[in-house]
């Protein structure tokens, strides 16, 4: 059962528009959602985080949305560069840590010139 | 300062042998975690180190799977008798209790 989804498993976006990428989970237990970028042959690096009490937060050209009442988060890009194509990983945990996180399947970004 | 380090990054055994995983976490993080990443998933939590002991190891598939760190710092993932069922990219991350995961680039492990 996969507690945290990524329904799309690629997006391709053109250079300086919105990327979106989505994440829904089933768990209504997860207190805080994170997510990561991941380059190839690379481990994943934080992009950036929020916690259930939020309903946004915004770092630079990130932000993460939260609707718990839909159980749906999103990560905005504006403006998409080049170098934001990476897989991205939508993950939630129970509690404010993340001793045990729960990772989505991840979604391919490509950002085109 | 470094970043967290994962040695072999590759690996490449036979079906029924034994093998093991190494990470080098970041100086001075307490907290010590292994994922492993199957083709088309996502990071999938294994075990997690407080120290030297192992807080929760609820994602450790089988009894095959131990993983230990003696000295609070490196930490050894142990896969006996290897299935084919077991490749998959094997991840390492470190982080100051309640901090951000900070992961290690890998260890791709294929089980022929």
């Known amino acids: 059962d996969q507690q945290v989804k990524q329904n799309s498993p690629s997006l391709s976006v053109q250079e300086g528009r919105i990327s979106i990428l989505n994440c829904d989970y089933t768990?209504?237990?997860?207190?805080?959602f994170l997510w990561y970028k991941k380059y190839p042959a690379e481990g994943p690096t934080f992009l950036i985080s929020?916690?259930?009490?939020?309903d946004k937060n915004e770092d630079g050209r990130f932000t993460v949305f939260l609707n718990k009442s839909a159980k749906h988060l999103s990560l905005h890009i504006v403006p998409s560069q080049p170098g934001d194509s990476a897989v991205y990983f939508c993950?939630?945990?129970?509690?404010?840590?993340?001793?045990?996180?729960?990772f989505g399947t991840g979604t391919r970004l490509q950002v085109f010139p | 300062g470094a970043g967290v380090s994962q040695t072999p990054s590759n690996k490449v055994t036979e079906k029924g042998k034994y093998v093991e995983l190494r990470c080098d976490p970041i100086?001075?993080?307490?907290?010590l975690y292994w994922y492993r990443q199957s083709l088309g998933q996502g990071p999938e939590f294994l075990i997690y180190f407080q120290g030297t002991g192992a807080a929760d190891d609820s994602g450790l598939p089988n009894d095959r799977f131990f993983a230990v760190r003696p000295e609070g710092s490196v930490s050894t993932l142990k896969i006996q008798r290897t299935e084919r069922g077991d490749s998959a990219v094997y991840l390492c991350?470190?982080?100051?209790?309640?901090?951000?995961?900070?992961f290690g680039p890998g260890t791709r492990l294929t089980v022929l």
């Open positions: 100086s001075g993080h307490t907290a």
């Open positions: 993950a939630a945990s129970e509690g404010y840590n993340t001793d045990k996180l729960i």
């Open positions: 991350a470190s982080s100051l209790t309640g901090d951000r995961l900070n």
């Open positions: 929020i916690s259930s009490i939020k």
């Open positions: 768990n209504s237990m997860f207190d805080y």
